[in-house]
């Protein structure tokens, strides 16, 4: 296959313009660092606390990008998403602030904190049943069709990639050029989009995707250079339990990112203990996919300036205290 004949659905102007539209409305989420995190790994750590973003994720810079460009009438119409949580929340919050009606697909066993949450920010909560095999995408398109709903997906949407892209925009920009950034991989929005920033603001920089062993199908796609797909991965990062990347997506990676490897829930655990105990930042486990595959070392970054994008925080607690135990 040829990468460079592939169509590019999103460019660094679609982040700047995201950026723009972003100001005073997403937080400029801080950057922390570890010295222990240092030690163990030998190299320089910069951590983007997307988990202190609003609704608690990156996803909220996606979804009130895309919101935001709606004409008027598409916005008396409302939106749909699917999504297992943080989307959900994220187009549910931006949908308040901006005064549309949304309606979310959830899958019934979603964590309960997301679906609270996702209610509480004003939006209607549309069940349906993954394990009975029911496809998420179907339920969106027919209750768009009720509705006369702009279907807002949660990772493969040009909106939607370029306004993820602002958080390593941000990043670079306060911490400057690095060797390595690593970014969790479900649908590749947020490593889309980060790549594409990494690109035209750090060109040296090597972006690194990070998914679960169970759903490595995006690393099989970039080994491949052919689309893989993976059904329902069963792993505790709910976030990444996609069943491959976008039409959208799939060529970005392949342009812009260097690799992407695996880890497996237990060393997602350890990841999360790392950063809940050292760090005292309340990470969910598909928001510890990159600190989980600096942690397990398939990457020499010794002496390299690393950055570790924490993409989530919200957390069932009760399901956090088991795997803690």
Request: proline share 5%; aromatic share 6%.
């Amino acid at each position: 296959m040829n990468d460079r004949a592939l169509p590019l659905a999103v460019t660094y102007a679609d982040v700047e313009d995201a950026a723009r539209r972003l100001e005073g409305v997403a937080h400029r989420t801080p950057v922390a660092t570890s010295r222990q995190f240092d030690a163990l790994t030998g190299c320089e750590a910069y951590f983007k606390c997307e988990n202190l973003q609003r609704m608690g994720a990156f996803k909220f810079r996606g979804a009130y990008n895309a919101l935001a460009q709606l004409d008027e009438g598409a916005r008396k119409r409302g939106v749909v998403a699917f999504s297992s949580g943080n989307h959900a929340q994220a187009v549910a919050l931006a949908g308040r602030l901006l005064g549309i009606p949304a309606a979310i697909v959830m899958p019934a066993d979603a964590p309960a904190v997301k679906v609270a949450a996702t209610r509480a920010y004003g939006a209607e909560v549309v069940f349906y049943d993954r394990a009975k095999g029911e496809d998420r995408e179907a339920v969106a398109a027919r209750v768009s069709g009720e509705k006369g709903a702009a279907v807002i997906p949660p990772f493969d949407h040009r909106d939607v990639i370029a306004g993820q892209g602002t958080a390593v925009k941000e990043l670079l920009e306060d911490v400057g050029p690095l060797d390595y950034l690593f970014v969790c991989c479900g649908g590749a929005g947020l490593l889309s989009g980060s790549a594409i920033a990494a690109s035209h603001l750090s060109p040296g920089t090597r972006v690194v995707g990070v998914e679960p062993a169970a759903g490595d199908d995006a690393a099989r796609s970039l080994r491949t250079r052919t689309l893989q797909r993976v059904e329902d991965p069963q792993t505790i990062a709910d976030g990444a339990r996609t069943p491959s990347l976008g039409a959208l997506t799939f060529p970005l990676v392949l342009r812009y990112v260097h690799d992407i490897v695996t880890v497996t829930d237990p060393q997602l655990v350890e990841a999360m203990r790392f950063l809940w105990e050292r760090m005292k930042l309340v990470v969910e486990p598909t928001g510890a996919l990159a600190t989980a595959g600096v942690l397990a070392g398939p990457i020499d970054v010794r002496d390299r300036r690393v950055g570790i994008i924490l993409s989530g925080g919200n957390v069932d607690l009760k399901a956090a205290a088991k795997l803690f135990a």
